[in-house]
């Protein structure tokens, strides 16, 4: 957008516009900045809120008649404030006593989870005279929350520590709530829809054109969708499923990953003397490329190829921005046979993956693997950045 539009001031316009927006940079930095800074305050409330009850409880001294009386009286204290339950001052005895676990020190000792952290934790001073436990026990000293859990907020935690099976599981969600700047009720649907599964699965069906452009692109795309939100018919057909996903475009872009923006329905792109229509069409803000999705309602066929190949050969003549990356497609169908694809992608020359809409669980002895992996990716994606 050009704010000053005299004849023969282009360059000037053109000037004000990189300084204004320096300006716009400055502002969107602090104020991200202290959003992650109040969030980080907030976590370590908590925290050391859930240390001194944990110690009190387990010290049987104080009951459940006591953490309820404790609520009742933080509510007549300040009767705005918020988030001081009894159901939230457990969940913050729960927050302290799952990672302060040993197992998950070491684990993020282990992954140099501290690196992605931009704000150190804060860490606030108690009165010396308090102590955590009875007045006949010594002081204890309040052990530091980890700095891995700034990175996203105590709704998320309660979400991953209640949903989540295990620390790997809930280290990935951790990282990729924050990641894909997922709000609690977003985390939720990611979890239960076994997001860790679908994105770390090693075995994905890509072209190897895909691979050798977009290397990243296995810990980006998924290769499985969950679609229930559309509430299909047992017998349905494309038509169903593309009036679907244009009504709950929200859903469907939460599932793909949040960095893909929904550009056309129906996308025309011409062909000689004809004019191809794509089911979906959308720009991916990481990769900075246009992605085209064809929708199937029947299980993968070698043709349904050569047909995106088509559709990604127009979209890098004719649409693509000298600036963007080639196109990519994604051809979503309710299954493949994997021998199928890989023998129809193997020649293939267009990035393309085979997504489905079916559910299928990562093995669990090859969990800690994939999010070593995972690690390793974000940090790299981190270092591009800086």
């Not at 989870?113 to 308090?130: G, M, R, S, W, Y």
């Not at 499923?241 to 929904?262: P, R, V, W």
């Amino acid at each position: 957008m050009k704010y000053f539009l005299s004849v023969g001031e282009d360059t000037q316009s053109t000037q004000l516009e990189v300084q204004f927006e320096y300006i716009n940079s400055i502002i969107e930095h602090h104020r991200s900045l202290s959003i992650t800074m109040v969030n980080t305050e907030i976590l370590c409330t908590n925290w050391e809120i859930g240390q001194y009850i944990s110690a009190q409880l387990k010290s049987a001294r104080w009951g459940a008649k006591i953490v309820s009386a404790l609520a009742d009286y933080l509510k007549q204290q300040n009767p705005k404030r918020r988030g001081y339950s009894k159901r939230n001052l457990y969940n913050m005895v729960k927050f302290y006593e799952l990672y302060s676990d040993s197992h998950f020190i070491n684990l993020t000792k282990s992954l140099n989870l501290n690196e992605f952290v931009q704000l150190p934790t804060a860490q606030i001073e108690l009165d010396k005279n308090v102590q955590l436990s009875t007045a006949q026990t010594p002081n204890q000293e309040m052990a530091k929350m980890p700095k891995i859990l700034s990175i996203t907020t105590f709704t998320n935690h309660i979400e991953i520590i209640n949903r989540c099976r295990n620390f790997d599981e809930r280290i990935f969600y951790m990282l990729y709530a924050a990641q894909q700047r997922l709000n609690s009720e977003e985390l939720r649907r990611c979890i239960v829809n076994q997001t860790f599964s679908s994105l770390m699965d090693k075995d994905k069906m890509l072209s190897p054109k895909l691979l050798t452009q977009y290397p990243s692109t296995e810990f980006i795309l998924k290769d499985k969708t969950f679609i229930d939100f559309l509430n299909l018919p047992k017998k349905h057909n494309e038509r169903h499923i593309h009036k679907g996903l244009l009504n709950h475009m929200k859903e469907f872009i939460l599932e793909l990953g949040k960095d893909f923006l929904f550009v056309d329905s129906e996308y025309g792109v011409q062909v000689g003397g004809s004019t191809k229509r794509i089911d979906l069409l959308f720009f991916h803000r990481a990769l900075q490329c246009l992605v085209a999705v064809e929708l199937k309602a029947v299980d993968f066929q070698p043709e349904f190829i050569g047909k995106m190949d088509m559709y990604l050969e127009a979209l890098d003549r004719d649409v693509k921005h000298d600036n963007e990356n080639p196109s990519i497609g994604i051809i979503l169908c309710p299954s493949a046979d994997r021998s199928m694809v890989e023998y129809t992608l193997s020649r293939s020359l267009s990035p393309t993956l085979v997504a489905e809409y079916r559910r299928r669980l990562i093995p669990q002895d090859v969990m800690r693997k994939s999010l070593e992996e995972y690690c390793s990716f974000l940090k790299d994606l981190n270092t591009k950045k800086s």
